[in-house]
T-cell receptor, first 113, second 117 residues
Framework: EAQVTQNPRYLITVTGKKLTVTCSQNMNHEYMSWYRQDPGLGLRQIYYSMNVEVTDKGDVPEGYKVSRKEKRNFPLILESPSPNQTSLYFC????????????FGPGTRLTVL | AQSVAQPEDQVNVAEGNPLTVKCTYSVSGNPYLFWYVQYPNRGLQFLLKYITGDNLVKGSYGFEAEFNKSQTSFHLKKPSALVSDSALYFCAVRDMEDQTGANNLFFGTGTRLTVIP
């Protein structure tokens, strides 16, 4: 089954404790992206990647890092999480054609205390 | 710059009645337009998209959307609402001429649809 998977689905952590949210897709997509969803703000892009070893900032990159060492994986790293990073995070992937649909993972709900 | 506006945070409709969820957009060039739906505790699911051609686009679950270039709108519609349509709906746009990021989508703030039995 074609899908985007994320782990963990739920995470409660404390300020300053490094964490990684994994994202993996099995559709051989070149493009991958991370979003955060906050009430009243919709989805905002954090980082995106157009292919292996190619990443770029989205609209809200502060406090986040990403890497793209393999085509299928695009982990999101919070080196020192803060409470304002409490949010619902989504990973998405697609081909790089501008007409292509992005497919989303199930989401990761992160709470930083 | 690209942006999307969903002017209604909440839409309530009675089961069996037609529903409309509004979306307007702003892009420099021509738009690619998308609708996604989010059910509780689920990720975003693709409903439909407008790329080119016929202004009326049909998608999943009986939904359709009409692209109106003069009004820069892409409203989502369904002739007869079901209780199971209750969810959060997102409109998104991509500028056809944007060369800075391959497939970056810009999302609206979402509209919560409640279908009342």
């Amino acid at each position: 089954e074609a899908q985007v998977t994320q782990n963990p689905r739920y995470l409660i952590t404390v300020t300053g404790k490094k964490l990684t949210v994994t994202c993996s897709q099995n559709m051989n997509h070149e493009y991958m992206s991370w979003y955060r969803q906050d009430p009243g703000l919709g989805l905002r892009q954090i980082y995106y990647s157009m292919n292996v070893e190619v990443t770029d900032k989205g609209d809200v990159p502060e406090g986040y890092k990403v890497s793209r060492k393999e085509k299928r994986n695009f982990p999101l790293i919070l080196e020192s999480p803060s409470p304002n990073q409490t949010s619902l995070y989504f990973c998405a992937s697609s081909n790089t054609d501008h007409t292509d649909t992005q497919y989303f993972g199930p989401g990761t709900r992160l709470t930083v205390l | 710059a690209q942006s999307v506006a969903q002017p209604e945070d909440q839409v309530n409709v009675a089961e069996g009645n037609p529903l409309t969820v509004k979306c307007t957009y702003s892009v420099s060039g021509n738009p690619y337009l998308f609708w996604y739906v989010q059910y509780p505790n689920r990720g975003l699911q693709f409903l439909l998209k407008y790329i080119t051609g016929d202004n009326l686009v049909k998608g999943s679950y009986g939904f359709e959307a009409e692209f109106n270039k003069s009004q820069t709108s892409f409203h989502l519609k369904k002739p007869s609402a079901l209780v199971s349509d209750s969810a959060l709906y997102f409109c998104a746009v991509r500028d056809m001429e944007d060369q800075t990021g391959a497939n970056n989508l810009f999302f609206g703030t979402g509209t919560r649809l409640t279908v009342i039995p």
